[in-house]
């Protein structure tokens, strides 16, 4: 008996068959999109993935729009083709990645702009494909040719006869002239350089009182690029001590008359490094300048600052040669923090101007000679004394950056050990206990350097960032560090364009013997990232010299890590906005200026640097 269905029923369950089928070529479809992107991108055109990142830069670069708007739509369009949460994609590995050619568009950027919303994403980023293996059969030649030449270097030095003939580095101040000079002229020309870095300190050190005067530093910015200039948050000088605090200074006995006669080191940081700077201070010789940023815009912050203020006076109370100045940020709210609110982040504060921290620490230095170092990095025991040795030879190199390397310790659960020697470096290396800072074991570290991986018993940190310290050539450092050989030796380093991550810790002068000038660290970048960096692309904008100092180092405090959240990300990609603008503009205006700007003159150290032996 065939059985009839209500017309109405039978509409109904016509419209239910009719969305199931659509239902099911809809699944069908997207099925065969998402196995398409998952199969065959990587025989993809080279043209269309340009063409893509072409377009997410475009995008980035808008300026309408909030950031995290942008942000999401480039993540969306970056990882088209490298899966999503559910599915990750199959991308090659981050470490093998260089992304920087592409303009206005870091690697760094790249992996920020999407690592709070995709899982696995650095390995689902895509790069064209010829374009990916250019870039790793480059870095793999460059590596290769790096390892033939440290291990010829050490051949050399291996033969007794070589070693022979190196004197050791305290006497080699004495055997200069011998050594460096071939006949009078070149010993006039050493001491004439000499004799001019003095006058030209001289009269720098003279114009310090009306320097205090006229020089303002910045330390709230109301537009990126832009200092304040309302009455509560303008630039102020030093002459005006409302917004800062000298907690203690003992380096008015400290005199440099000869402009190479002594190091500061000068470091900043935030009250709660207060114990840091404790360590610092027992293992830095010399002069040593600290310059600290605290919040203090109600009662609640005043209060908390300044019990910290009457425990850092009564620790720094027996200090030698040290000046300690408190800068109070006396304000709530600048363009950064309102990013920040914006972003579902109301609790956000002013962000501390740590450019601004390092220029005032700079200019209360009481030598010309400086070294630059953040508050979480210990120096090597004999760190002072060796770059002491050096100053009277840097002195006649014009526009001289000496790099000091820097590893950091891992946390093990205990009470974290600082090594004061090369030897004790190494044999934390060795255990798994210390790295060199941000390296990963994949992608730099070699069997030939002969270090082991973190111990089990240490938890270490997730950020790896090799290119931050390649150009150093910590393969070279150990090689002759462990042969016992001092000095220090010369590493290629190009102008702003070029290795643009790199960011190492350096020994500069205020005063060159050309009359010359430090350039100033970039006010505009505050909070984290891209200040030092900006620096150290500014010093090679100026045609500065890099060498490395060998035996010596500094090492990082191991310490609890925030994860990011949405705001730092945003805050992350504005900085390196603006350190994309400003080394395009460094290369147009000073490194190609060389009317305006000559690059410095030839000296005896540009091509081998200087070794000699360890007496001590």
Request: net charge negative.
């Amino acid at each position: 008996m065939r059985m009839h269905l209500p017309l109405w029923l039978r509409r109904r369950t016509g419209r239910a068959v009719c969305l199931l089928v659509a239902a099911v070529a809809v699944v069908c479809l997207v099925a065969v999109l998402v196995f398409g992107q998952h199969t065959t991108h990587s025989g993809s055109d080279d043209a269309t993935d340009q063409k893509l990142y072409e377009r997410a830069i475009q995008e980035k670069l808008q300026s309408g729009g909030k950031w995290w708007d942008r942000a999401s739509l480039i993540a969306k369009e970056l990882m088209r083709s490298g899966g999503d949460e559910d599915h990750p994609g199959k991308g090659d590995d981050d470490d093998e990645l260089n992304l920087e050619d592409y303009e206005g568009l870091t690697r760094a950027e790249m992996l920020a702009l999407y690592r709070k919303r995709f899982y696995n994403a650095k390995k689902a980023v895509k790069v064209p494909n010829g374009v990916q293996q250019e870039q790793i059969n480059k870095v793999l030649v460059k590596r290769q040719e790096n390892r033939q030449f440290v291990q010829e270097l050490v051949d050399r030095l291996k033969q007794p006869k070589t070693l022979s003939q190196l004197p050791f580095c305290s006497q080699l101040l004495h055997q200069l002239p011998e050594k460096f000079s071939d006949n009078s002229a070149k010993l006039s020309a050493q001491q004439l350089a000499l004799s001019n870095l003095s006058r030209h300190w001289r009269e720098f050190m003279q114009q310090r009182a009306l320097m205090r005067h006229e020089t303002t530093y910045c330390l709230a910015q109301c537009h990126p690029g832009r200092c304040c200039t309302d009455t509560s948050r303008k630039a102020r000088s030093l002459a005006d001590s409302s917004w800062y605090t000298i907690v203690h200074d003992s380096t008015q006995d400290v005199h440099d008359a000869t402009g190479f006669s002594g190091v500061t080191l000068v470091t900043t940081g935030t009250l709660d490094r207060i114990h840091v700077l404790e360590r610092i201070v027992k293992r830095w010789e010399g002069p040593l300048v600290a310059v600290f940023a605290t919040r203090y815009s109600d009662d609640e912050t005043r209060a908390a600052a300044d019990a910290k203020l009457e425990t850092l006076k009564a620790l720094a109370a027996t200090w030698e040669q040290t000046t300690i100045v408190v800068v109070k940020l006396q304000h709530r709210h600048d363009y950064y923090t309102e990013q920040f609110e914006q972003a579902g982040e109301p609790d956000a504060r002013p962000l501390i101007p740590l450019n601004t921290l390092r220029n005032i620490a700079v200019a209360l230095a009481p030598t010309n000679f400086v070294f630059t170092c953040d508050m979480d990095f210990i120096p090597s025991l004999a760190l002072h004394y060796t770059l002491s040795e050096l100053t009277p030879i840097l002195a006649q190199v014009d526009r001289a950056a000496v790099v000091v390397p820097h590893w950091e310790t891992l946390d093990c659960g205990e009470a974290t050990q600082i090594p004061k020697t090369f030897e004790q470096l190494m044999t934390m290396a060795r255990s798994g206990l210390v790295r060199p800072f941000h390296a990963d074991f994949n992608q730099f570290l070699s069997a030939e350097l002969d270090l082991s991986r973190p111990a089990p018993q240490c938890e270490q940190t997730s950020a790896e960032w090799t290119p931050g310290i390649e150009t150093t050539n910590y393969l070279r450092w150990i090689r002759e560090s462990e042969l016992g050989v001092g000095g220090m030796y010369p590493i290629p380093v190009e102008g702003p364009l070029t290795d643009i991550a790199y960011e190492p810790f350096v020994l500069v002068k205020q005063v060159e013997s050309s009359h010359d000038r430090l350039p100033p660290y970039k006010e505009k970048y505050v909070g984290r990232f891209k200040n030092k960096i900006s620096f150290v692309t500014t010093l090679r904008a100026f045609h500065y010299k890099f060498f490395v100092l060998r035996q010596e180092f500094i090492a990082h405090l191991a310490h609890p890590s925030k994860p990011m959240s949405d705001a730092m990300l945003g805050h992350m990609e504005a900085m390196q906005h603006l350190h994309a603008l400003e080394r395009q503009q460094l290369f147009d205006t000073v490194f190609n200026a060389t009317d305006t700007i000559p690059t410095p003159k030839p000296s005896f150290l540009d091509e081998h640097g200087i070794s000699c032996l360890r007496d001590h």
